[in-house]
């Protein structure tokens, strides 16, 4: 099914999936498990592997491991031509020269291939002109970056309470991206960065394309070390997750604005203080950029939304099509991520059942027969042929076709393994998931007392009672005697059998009380789901 045509509906609507259930069979497939190594390398179109990409003559020992890589020549980095924009961001056909990346195989004690570690060249950068660029140049060869696609945290930055509006054409340019949103730039320099690309097949269950199956779970789970760079992409059959969310900040909801439900801090320091203002549905921010008198720009969120480090893209039931990343990305360039080490070993799974259709909104893997070659054709980026790839140089195939993106990361990625899940209607169970022992225990330990108005923090502790590593997020709710809940929190862990500690900042109420927390952590494959939940009491005393 190509993008050209309407999405093929799926048979059966949601709310009429309990009645077919009764006459067909819902089955989990689990594929085999993928182990990375250098022969998925991608170097062009239709070009894979170790013998083509790469100068396996020339082995370059790891400087800072016991690794050896090899070079990479690859049709995936880019020209930088100052003040020449069209001639910028080119792509660079294969030449020889093996400096487009590097990658080493892991190995295990016993010599087996465990997975891959890859590494990109230095960024190229090309002069813009002044506002013109998505990054602003710095000394010594540093930039900090200098667009969004939010002009409320564009004024931020620019701007204070007290000043006139900014001027388009004198404080900031502005381009519509291909995706339809709009890029706020004031920097003077742009990055062409070089793709270091992986791709593989994931088997599906026979006949899967072409069945006219109904998905009702679709996930990739990786194994791989965290992320120096938010950039990594996951493209599963080349889709981007445009709509992905992660864990959003908290807030509370009075008439049609959200208020921050709790202290948080900005990207760049400012204190964000429970109460905030996140979203004014009533008042949004419009801009008409050519005066003609229609709107051009909404935006309903103000910039502690955007910035507030009250979030974790790479967490909850939709995060982003990337590599857990020690750094937050988007408007928080930069910004490390406390939960997240660059270097320890997590898994990412990603939901493949959220990608929609723009014009229809169904989900299109919910039906197996568009998992074969749906973006083969797709007028919205100018591919029109249809030759069973994408116009990114992705193959399609009856299989799940899988192109990994590594970028910016000089100091090396490593990506051990990824398997596929598949919960459909209609056929078969098959395969087994990867064996890793999972047994979570939370416990949560509020201060025994606390004044009115006074501010303490409430301590909360997970652990995997098995030396796997295991993921997910932590809750902590905190309800008062007549069963207002006044507390949440949450924070997503990677945890092995070394405890990770978490505190929670809270204010008391006004009036004496108990406040009785609760703490909750679960994973799917959790062996024993006593142990994932803890209470504990506090009270709430005068303040004499």
Not at 240 to 257: K, R, S, W
Not at 318 to 336: A, H, I, M, T, W
Not at 363 to 391: A, C, F, H, M, R
Not at 422 to 450: K, L, N
Request: net charge negative; with cysteine.
């Amino acid at each position: 099914m190509k993008m050209r045509s309407l999405l093929k509906k799926t048979c059966l609507s949601l709310s009429m999936l309990g009645v077919f259930a009764a006459s067909a069979t819902a089955a989990t497939y689990y594929s085999p498990v993928h182990v990375f190594s250098i022969d998925d390398v991608q170097c062009d179109t239709r070009v894979y592997g170790s013998a083509d990409c790469l100068d396996l003559s020339n082995p370059i020992p790891g400087t800072k491991d016991d690794y050896t890589y090899f070079g990479i020549d690859s049709a995936y980095s880019f020209t930088a031509v100052d003040f020449k924009p069209l001639e910028s961001k080119l792509p660079i056909p294969r030449d020889g020269v093996y400096n487009d990346g590097w990658i080493a195989n892991i190995y295990d004690a016993s010599g087996n291939v465990i997975g891959v570690k890859a590494k990109s060249p230095e960024t190229k950068t090309w002069k813009a002109g002044g506002l013109n660029g998505a990054w602003a140049a710095g000394l010594g060869g540093n930039s900090v970056k200098a667009s969004t696609e939010h002009y409320g945290v564009m004024d931020h930055i620019l701007n204070a309470a007290w000043m006139p509006p900014m001027v388009m054409g004198t404080d900031y340019t502005y381009k519509l991206k291909d995706d339809g949103k709009y890029l706020f730039r004031w920097g003077n320099i742009n990055k062409s960065p070089s793709e270091v690309r992986l791709y593989t097949q994931i088997p599906l269950p026979e006949g899967f394309v072409g069945g006219n199956y109904t998905v009702t779970k679709a996930t990739l789970t990786f194994k791989h070390r965290i992320s120096n760079s938010p950039n990594d992409q996951i493209r599963p059959e080349d889709f981007e997750n445009e709509g992905a969310t992660g864990i959003l900040p908290q807030y509370y909801v009075i008439g049609n604005q959200w208020f921050s439900s709790v202290d948080s801090v900005e990207g760049d320091g400012d204190f964000i203080p429970a109460g905030t203002l996140l979203a004014d549905f009533d008042n949004p921010m419009e801009i008409d950029f050519d005066n003609d008198g229609v709107i051009d720009y909404t935006d309903y969120m103000t910039n502690a939304w955007y910035t507030t480090l009250d979030r974790d893209p790479w967490g909850g039931v939709n995060p982003r099509y990337r590599f857990k990343s020690s750094k937050y990305g988007q408007d928080l360039p930069g910004v490390e991520m406390e939960q997240y080490t660059s270097g320890d070993l997590t898994t990412t799974t990603i939901d493949l059942l959220t990608i929609h259709n723009e014009e229809t909104g169904e989900i299109i893997l919910q039906n197996s027969d568009n998992w074969g070659d749906y973006l083969d054709v797709n007028p919205l980026k100018g591919d029109l042929i249809d030759d069973e790839q994408t116009i990114d140089d992705c193959e399609l195939s009856d299989n799940l076709d899988l192109m990994m993106y590594v970028k910016g990361e000089y100091k090396g990625m490593e990506i051990y393994d990824v398997q596929l899940r598949v919960d459909y209607i209609g056929g078969v169970d098959e395969g087994e998931p990867i064996a890793e022992e999972i047994d979570v225990v939370v416990s949560v330990d509020g201060p025994r007392t606390v004044a009115t108005d006074g501010s303490k923090g409430v301590k909360a502790e997970v652990q995997n009672l098995f030396d796997s590593f295991a993921s997910g997020t932590l809750r902590v709710t905190g309800t008062l005697l007549d069963g207002t809940q006044l507390y949440s929190f949450s924070e997503p862990f990677t945890v092995d059998s070394e405890p990770q500690k978490f505190t929670f900042r809270f204010t008391a109420p006004s009036t004496e009380d108990t406040i009785t927390w609760s703490a909750s952590a679960y994973i799917e494959a959790d062996v024993a789901l006593d142990n994932n939940v803890d209470s504990d009491t506090t009270s709430v005393v005068g303040g004499n």
